[in-house]
């Protein structure tokens, strides 16, 4: 009996040690709570600038003139805050995900984390691109459902290089954003509720169920 157990504990060791070195395991459950928090503060701020209610529907209108001329102020102010929130959701993700390592004893740079960043990169970098043919031809009302879907194929895309759980987060965005492109009206609620309260669910899942 006790060289059956040996031999099961072995097995799990050598699993856990091509699981480590396969797979991309310092994600952190609290960068979830963060980033998330970012995307509702972010949004917060794009309804008190265009100074509309909560409640309003059709928002894009105002990143559009009479005459489908751009609301150059309107979209700038909209164009930078989102970019803020991104720049500041990667910093705290990538500062949370040393620290994670770190604690683990896992490495912060290898193979595994190159190939999760190119296959999260690639339908990122496509719905950028994306996103700025939609500004080209006036087509506003997408750029929200457009970048939850994009942002789900890109977490689905990665999930094989790291936890299974974000495989589950990429349905959900991609789901999100094909709402928000059926409710165009309400494409901003839907992508705080997208990048921002999954996220946070996200981040409770994954602190419950690997670092508490």
Wanted: hydrophobic share 55%.
């Amino acid at each position: 009996m006790s060289n059956q157990q040996e031999q099961l504990a072995e097995l799990k060791e050598i699993r856990n040690l091509m699981e480590r070195s396969s797979r991309f395991l310092s994600l952190s459950g609290l960068a979830g709570l963060v980033i998330g928090t970012f995307a509702i503060i972010g949004i917060l701020l794009a309804y008190n600038y265009l100074d509309i209610p909560l409640t309003a529907t059709g928002y894009y209108h105002l990143l559009m003139k009479e005459g489908g001329q751009l609301h150059l102020e309107n979209l700038s102010f909209l164009f930078a805050d989102m970019a803020l929130v991104l720049a500041l959701s990667l910093l705290a993700g990538s500062m949370l995900a040393i620290r994670k390592a770190k604690k683990l004893g896992l490495p912060i740079w290898d193979i595994t984390a190159r190939r999760l960043l190119i296959n999260m990169g690639i339908p990122l970098l496509a719905g950028g691109i994306y996103c700025m043919i939609l500004v080209y031809h006036g087509q506003l009302a997408q750029l929200a459902p457009a970048t939850l879907i994009f942002y789900g194929l890109a977490l689905l895309n990665a999930s094989k290089y790291t936890i299974d759980d974000i495989r589950y987060l990429g349905i959900l965005e991609v789901i999100t954003g094909l709402v928000a492109a059926i409710f165009i009206d309400y494409g901003l609620l839907l992508w705080a509720f997208g990048f921002g309260f999954l996220h946070i669910i996200y981040g409770i899942v994954i602190y419950i169920k690997y670092e508490k």
